[in-house]
């Protein structure tokens, strides 16, 4: 399985809409290269992830390897910040992002509304 990535661009930030499935590390990283790619295209670097209709079937050793990659390559350097909805099948799995990221200075949170998602990214 694989996942669809859309964009929609509002006042100030990017909606990233993701449907399907993420179970690998190359996955991800290939999701968020797409994010990368369309912030510096874009020029804006604020994200709301729409994920609740993703399945996110990673475990910590997972997150953690993209997490290290991303560090690797100073990605925090472009001053990102990323919300996200997620599915709350899969909470743990977006916990434990949330926790990792935040552990290499990387700008994420999960969310469960969207107007406490966009709250937090806008400021």
Not at 87 to 103: G, L, M, S
Request: net charge negative.
């Amino acid at each position: 399985m694989s996942f669809d990535l859309l964009f929609e661009t509002r006042d100030g930030y990017i909606v990233g809409i993701v449907t399907g499935v993420i179970s690998t590390p190359e996955e991800l990283l290939r999701k968020i290269r797409t994010m990368v790619h369309k912030a510096l295209d874009s020029n804006i670097t604020r994200f709301l992830m729409d994920e609740r209709g993703l399945e996110l079937h990673l475990e910590a050793h997972d997150i953690i390897e993209v997490a290290n990659l991303l560090e690797a390559k100073n990605i925090q350097s472009l001053g990102g910040r990323s919300a996200c909805l997620c599915n709350p099948d899969f909470i743990e799995q977006y916990r434990a992002c949330e926790t990792v990221y935040h552990n290499r200075s990387l700008s994420y949170r999960v969310f469960e509304r969207e107007e406490d998602a966009v709250a937090w990214l806008m400021r």
